[in-house]
């Protein structure tokens, strides 16, 4: 492995040259397009490479601490630790079956994990989104940018 550039910077410098120098360079409309996607997708993979394993482990205590697990026991790699989480969403997804979440402190705080598990993967996916959503909220003012709800 090298030290620099990191995998990270590399993605960067990708992305970079492709949305400041490619895209601005190209008359076909569909390979700018194109260009465009791929520059979204090379900023989705360096912010995921950035903040996964985090987010992961915040999102771990959450369904821990909803499943009533003991929280000292989350999985160290990260293989593991996404493994998990799909087992205990899984799990949170059958006990919101049975009906032990419809109301009360555990509808809410399922609610909760799921309204914070969704900013952080939109903060991953579309951070503008998540930036437009919470300056609406401070302002009380409707964005022009579609709204699933008052996320922030």
Not at 23 to 42: E, K, M, Y
Not at 50 to 67: I, M, N, V
Not at 79 to 96: F, G, T
């Amino acid at each position: 492995m090298q030290d620099r550039p990191t995998a990270q910077e590399l993605i960067a410098a990708v992305a970079q040259f492709l949305g400041d120098e490619l895209v601005p360079s190209l008359g076909d409309a569909r390979l700018r397009f194109r260009a465009l996607i791929a520059t979204n997708v090379l900023a989705i993979v360096g912010r995921e490479l950035e903040a996964a394993e985090p987010l992961a482990r915040e999102q771990w205590q959450r369904l821990a601490a909803l499943l009533e697990r003991p929280a000292g026991e989350r999985p160290a790699h990260p293989r593991v630790l996404a493994e998990d989480i799909l087992a205990m969403s899984r799990e949170l997804c059958q006990a919101i079956r049975a009906g032990r979440a419809d109301d009360g402190p555990a509808y809410e705080a399922v609610l909760e994990h799921a309204r914070q598990t969704l900013i952080e993967k939109l903060s991953i996916s579309n951070p503008r989104f998540v930036a437009a959503l919470a300056r609406e909220n401070e302002s009380h003012q409707p964005s022009k940018e579609p709204q699933l709800w008052n996320l922030p």
